[in-house]
C-alpha cells in the first residue's frame, strides 16, 4: 500500500516503516489496520457482502446531498497539506453517509466549505442528519476514521471541532498559525 503524507512517500508492503515527521508512523499504523479490516471484509461471508451491497444502494442515493453543497475561497495549499486535507474531507464525508441518515431521505445535505487567509485555513463539513449520538457507551468517537482524522490534523497543525444537534452535525478542521507576541504573566 503506498501512503503519502508530508512530502514524503511510503512503501507498506506488509513491514514496519519507520517514519521520521511527527504524525507519520501514526498514519502508516492506521492505514494498516485500514488494510486488515479490508481482508477480514474480503474473506467473509456471503452474508457480509450482502449487507455491503445494501450499504452501497444507501451510499448511491446519498449522492444528491452532495450535489452542490461545496464552497472554497481562493488560495493555494502546499501539496502535502492538500493530499492529508483531501484525506480528511473523505473521511468526514463517508462519516457523515455512515452515521448522520440511518434512513435515507430525499432532504439529505452534506455541505463542505474551504476558507483560506494567508497560511491559515479552515475546513468544514457539515450535515442536516441526526447529529452525534449521545448515549453512554458513544461518548467518544476511536473508530479507524476518526483517528485517521486526528492524526492527519495532528500533522497538518490544525485543531478539531465540533457542533452537534439533533438538526445535524458541523466538523471544523482549523488551522492557524497565530502567534502572540505579547508577554504572559507567568
Known amino acids: 500500500m503506498l501512503l503519502i503524507a508530508a512530502g514524503a512517500v511510503w512503501w507498506t508492503g506488509g513491514a514496519a516503516v519507520p517514519a521520521s515527521d511527527a504524525g507519520a508512523g501514526e498514519l502508516v499504523a492506521l492505514t494498516q489496520a485500514a488494510r486488515s479490516q479490508t481482508r477480514a471484509v474480503l474473506a467473509g461471508s456471503a452474508e457480509q457482502f450482502d449487507a455491503l451491497?445494501?450499504?452501497?444502494?444507501?451510499?448511491?442515493?446519498?449522492?444528491?446531498?452532495?450535489?452542490?453543497?461545496?464552497?472554497?475561497?481562493?488560495?493555494?495549499?502546499?501539496?502535502?497539506?492538500?493530499?492529508?486535507?483531501?484525506?480528511?474531507?473523505?473521511?468526514?464525508?463517508?462519516?457523515?453517509?455512515?452515521?448522520?441518515?440511518?434512513?435515507?431521505?430525499?432532504?439529505?445535505?452534506?455541505?463542505v466549505t474551504f476558507e483560506k487567509a494567508k497560511s491559515d485555513w479552515?475546513?468544514?463539513?457539515?450535515?442536516?442528519?441526526?447529529?452525534?449520538?449521545?448515549?453512554?457507551?458513544?461518548?467518544?468517537?476511536?473508530?479507524?476514521?476518526?483517528?485517521?482524522?486526528?492524526?492527519?490534523a495532528k500533522q497538518l497543525d490544525a485543531?478539531?471541532?465540533?457542533?452537534?444537534?439533533?438538526?445535524?452535525?458541523?466538523?471544523h478542521v482549523t488551522r492557524s498559525t497565530f502567534e502572540s507576541r505579547l508577554p504572559v504573566a507567568a
Request: cysteine-free; proline content about 3%; charged content about 20%.
Open 53 to 111: 451491497a445494501a450499504r452501497r444502494a444507501e451510499v448511491s442515493s446519498m449522492r444528491t446531498a452532495l450535489a452542490n453543497n461545496a464552497a472554497a475561497s481562493e488560495g493555494a495549499l502546499p501539496s502535502s497539506h492538500a493530499v492529508s486535507v483531501g484525506l480528511i474531507v473523505t473521511e468526514l464525508i463517508m462519516n457523515a453517509i455512515k452515521y448522520a441518515f440511518p434512513k435515507a431521505r430525499t432532504s439529505a445535505r452534506i455541505r
Open 159 to 171: 485543531q478539531i471541532s465540533e457542533t452537534s444537534s439533533p438538526k445535524g452535525l458541523t466538523v
Open 122 to 152: 479552515k475546513l468544514s463539513v457539515s450535515d442536516n442528519g441526526v447529529g452525534r449520538s449521545r448515549h453512554k457507551d458513544s461518548a467518544t468517537s476511536t473508530g479507524l476514521g476518526t483517528a485517521l482524522i486526528g492524526a492527519l
